[in-house]
C-alpha cells in the first residue's frame, strides 16, 4: 500500500493529484484517527501525517492527510496568523500563484481580500499565464504568494521581477522555495536535462535549480526587500514537532519599497 502510494505520488499529473486529493480527503480523518499531530490550517487532529517526496527528498509524516498541507504551508498559515494582516485588514488585492488547494477556497472565501489565481496549468486557477510575463498591470496587488514556482521556470529573476512590478508601493509577499542550506550559492546546471539527474541533482524530476543560501540576494536583486519571519516571536520546539514544521526552513517575507 505504502509504495502504491509513493508510486502515484510521485507518477500522476499535479492537475489529477489535485482531482483526487478532493474523494481521499472525506476517508483521511477515519483512516488516521488520533492526537498526535496537529494541522493548524485545517484544524485537524492525527496519529501521524503522509510521507511526500521524491526518492532523494523523501519525508515521513509530513502530508497532512486532510486538505494535504506541508511543512511549508503550516508555515506560512502561522505566519499569516500570528505577524500579517492577512486575515484583519479592511481589503486588500491579493495575487496568488500556483495556488496551493489547501489555502484557495478559504482565501476565496475571505470578505476582505479582492483575490486572484493564476498559473499556467492548474485547474483551480482563475487564469493561466506564463509567470515570465504576467498580463496584468503595474503596481495593483497589496499581496503576493508564489510558492515552489522559482524552481521550475527558466529565468527565475525575471519572474521576481514580474511579481515586484505588479505589487503596489508598499505591498508584501511570500515566495517559498526548495532550499539547501548547505550551499552557498544557487546551484544551476543547464546540461542536466534529464528528469532523473534533474531529481538527483535539484531534488525534483521537474526543477531546473536547487536554491542555496544566496535565495534572499536574488530577491533583492529583483528589487525587494527581504526579511526573516518569526524573528522576534520564534516558534516553540513544541510546536515545530507537534505541527511538523521543518526546523531549519526559513520564512523569507518580501516587500516592495
Not at 83 to 98: C, G
Amino acid at each position: 500500500m505504502k509504495k502504491a502510494y509513493k508510486f502515484l505520488l510521485n507518477k500522476l499529473p499535479r492537475p489529477l493529484l489535485i482531482r483526487l486529493s478532493y474523494i481521499f480527503k472525506f476517508f483521511a480523518p477515519v483512516i488516521y484517527k488520533g492526537n498526535k499531530v496537529e494541522c493548524p490550517v485545517c484544524e485537524r487532529k492525527f496519529r501521524k501525517f503522509l510521507s511526500y517526496g521524491s526518492d532523494v527528498a523523501h519525508r515521513e509524516n509530513v502530508l497532512c492527510p486532510y486538505d494535504l498541507t506541508l511543512e511549508r504551508h503550516r508555515l506560512m498559515w502561522l505566519y499569516l496568523k500570528r505577524e500579517s494582516n492577512f486575515f484583519t485588514a479592511d481589503q486588500l488585492k491579493v495575487l496568488h500563484i500556483a495556488p496551493e488547494q489547501c489555502f484557495h477556497k478559504k482565501f476565496q472565501k475571505q470578505s476582505n481580500l479582492d483575490y486572484l489565481t493564476g498559473d499556467l496549468v492548474s485547474p483551480i486557477a482563475d487564469l493561466h499565464f506564463d509567470l515570465h510575463q504576467i498580463p496584468l498591470e503595474d503596481n495593483r496587488f497589496d499581496v503576493v504568494f508564489c510558492n515552489h514556482v522559482m524552481e521550475h521556470v527558466d529565468d527565475a529573476l525575471q519572474c521576481m521581477k514580474e511579481l515586484h512590478r505588479v505589487m503596489a508601493p508598499g505591498a508584501w509577499g511570500i515566495m517559498q522555495v526548495p532550499q539547501d542550506m548547505n550551499r552557498e550559492e544557487t546551484y544551476e546546471d543547464w546540461s542536466i536535462t534529464s528528469p532523473e539527474e534533474r531529481e538527483k541533482h535539484f531534488w525534483q524530476k521537474d526543477h531546473v535549480r536547487l536554491f542555496g543560501r544566496d535565495y534572499p540576494q536574488w530577491l533583492e536583486k529583483a528589487g525587494f526587500e527581504v526579511e526573516i519571519a518569526f524573528a522576534n516571536h520564534p516558534i516553540s520546539d513544541e510546536e515545530i514537532e507537534r505541527f511538523r514544521l521543518m526546523k531549519s526552513e526559513l520564512l523569507y517575507i518580501v516587500r516592495k519599497k
